[in-house]
């Protein structure tokens, strides 16, 4: 396995994750940046919205495939909605990883996560 492409902005770390023109407009994405952390990239009208594309309620790798509606995603396992803007839960149960990420040219940078483990992992 090749190792990520990175870099350093501002003194966050970026692994570059994709190429904009390669993500479904008005639709959800998924990429792993590692074994342990997936995001869901939204491509909307609003902008570009990176957020943990595991559900917190049952941990389950689906939030690419949600239904949307403006800049809120609706989990299609259970129904959970999440504003893509700040990862809050709309019902105010627990709320999603929103992760930084730029946009140099065509090409999509996402903050590198700081946690060797995300909290869903724990419950493996």
Same mark, same amino acid.
């Given at each position: 396995?090749?190792? *990520?492409?990175?870099?350093?902005?501002?003194?966050? $770390?970026?692994? $570059?994750?994709?190429?904009?023109?390669?993500? /479904?407009?008005?639709?959800?994405k998924a990429f792993d940046i590692d074994d342990? !952390?997936?995001?869901?990239? #939204?491509?909307? *009208?609003?902008?570009? #919205?990176?957020?943990?594309?595991?559900? *917190? !309620?049952? $941990?389950?790798?689906?939030?690419?495939?949600?239904?949307?509606?403006?800049?809120?995603?609706?989990? *299609?396992? !259970?129904?959970?909605? #999440?504003?893509?803007?700040?990862?809050?839960?709309?019902?105010?149960?627990?709320?999603?990883?929103?992760?930084?990420?730029?946009?140099?040219?065509?090409?999509?940078?996402?903050?590198? /996560?700081?946690?060797?483990?995300?909290?869903?992992?724990?419950?493996?």
């Amino acid at each position: 396995m090749t190792a *990520p492409m990175t870099r350093n902005v501002d003194g966050v $770390r970026y692994v $570059r994750l994709c190429n904009v023109l390669d993500l /479904p407009q008005a639709d959800g994405k998924a990429f792993d940046i590692d074994d342990l !952390h997936t995001v869901a990239v #939204f491509r909307l *009208p609003e902008g570009l #919205f990176v957020v943990s594309n595991v559900c *917190p !309620h049952k $941990r389950m790798s689906v939030i690419c495939n949600g239904m949307l509606s403006g800049t809120t995603v609706q989990c *299609p396992m !259970h129904g959970w909605r #999440f504003d893509l803007r700040s990862g809050a839960n709309m019902a105010g149960q627990a709320p999603l990883r929103v992760y930084r990420h730029v946009q140099d040219g065509d090409w999509v940078w996402v903050e590198w /996560p700081d946690d060797e483990r995300p909290a869903w992992a724990d419950a493996l």
